[in-house]
């Protein structure tokens, strides 16, 4: 690990101006992602703002009958939540599906959303990766891709979000809260938060240089049954293969948004009009346009078996 310098602000803006004064810094709350890629010196900051002083570990319910989660509110803890479990139900399942108990301890709601979107050939210095090193190529695209994305891909990057948390967040249509430099706050709907590759990897998210998530909110509660299925090669501590966050209505209406099969979490809602027809209706179109690999195109079918356990459990 390469040396770095490090200070801990006493404000959001304060954090944030931080990091907008220089290039190479880097917030740092759990650090269950940023740590390991320092380790390895693919992440090599030069300053690191530490966040964890500055109160956002609540939550809290919103006017609008929602609920406010602190950017700084561990895994754990949000999903033991009893709020959570009641009436976010996919959100606590999706969580305790992620990691392991002892990194659920750390990794917080920001950083869970911030952690890099990669692949294999990401962690191996000696393979070409856009997303480490722009304009060095994707060795994934000639190599072993059978964890990686079927949709939503491009030329320079076929990796897919390892996240649980963000799979909910996106089926449940949450907002993340932000501050910058200036102190200037923003909303932006989970849609919108997280990137496809394009030509340009190495960017995850829609995030300004230096800008700071605070909280994610979410909106009232759908009701309905609340499932969350993540197929994976081992019962734990393993990113999914496909995974399905559901929330399913008594009439047969409702919404799925899909995990390990794209950049992001992947969700078209015009699909979800054909819910009460089905998995394979909904998947149908979906994954529309999908360009698998000879190794991945086992996920399209998985996509659809996972979804249709998910909905004959939740009619269950």
């Known amino acids: 690990m390469k040396s ?3 200070e801990r602000p006493t404000s959001p803006a304060e954090a944030a101006a931080a990091v907008s004064r220089d290039p190479n810094a880097k917030f740092i709350a759990g650090g269950t992602n940023l740590l390991d890629l320092m380790k390895l010196q693919i992440e090599t900051p030069t300053h690191l703002v530490d966040v964890n002083g500055l109160g956002l570990d609540r939550i809290e319910a919103t006017p609008e009958g929602g609920l406010r989660v602190g950017a700084l509110v561990r895994n754990t803890d949000l999903a033991a939540d009893a709020r959570v479990r009641k009436d976010y139900a996919v959100l606590s399942r999706a969580l305790l599906a992620g990691a392991s108990g002892q990194l659920r301890n750390k990794a917080t709601t920001a950083g869970n959303l911030l952690q890099r979107t990669r ?6 210095t000696a393979q070409a990766c856009n997303k480490r090193q722009p304009g060095s190529g994707c060795s994934a695209l000639d190599g072993v891709s059978r964890q990686l994305a079927v949709i939503g891909a491009s030329e320079a990057c ?3 979000h390892p996240g649980d948390m963000a799979v909910a967040m996106r089926v449940l249509d949450a907002t993340v809260e932000t501050v910058d430099a200036k102190g200037g706050t923003r909303k ?3 849609a919108e938060f997280h990137r496809l590759p394009g030509d340009r990897p190495e960017v995850d998210t829609t995030l ?3 800008e700071l998530i605070t909280a994610v909110t979410l909106p009232k509660p759908l ?3 609340h499932i969350y299925r993540k197929v994976r090669d081992r019962a734990s ?9 559901a929330v399913v209505q008594p009439d047969g209406s409702g919404r799925a948004a899909f995990g390990g099969v794209a950049h992001k979490p992947w969700r078209v809602e015009a699909a979800e009009g054909e819910m009460a027809r089905g998995a394979k209706a909904v998947t149908a179109q979906a994954f529309a346009g999908a360009k698998p690999t000879h190794d991945n195109a086992y996920k399209l079918t998985l996509a ?8 004959t459990e939740a009619r269950a």
């Open 119 to 124: 692949c294999p050939y990401f962690y191996d």
């Open 158 to 160: 076929i990796a897919t």
């Open 208 to 210: 300004a240089p230096g």
């Open 4 to 6: 770095f310098t490090y």
């Open 304 to 311: 659809e078996r996972t979804l249709g356990a998910a909905l």
């Open 223 to 225: 009701g309905g049954a």
């Open 237 to 245: 501590y393993a990113y999914a293969l496909v995974s399905v966050a």
């Open 188 to 190: 932006i709907p989970i």
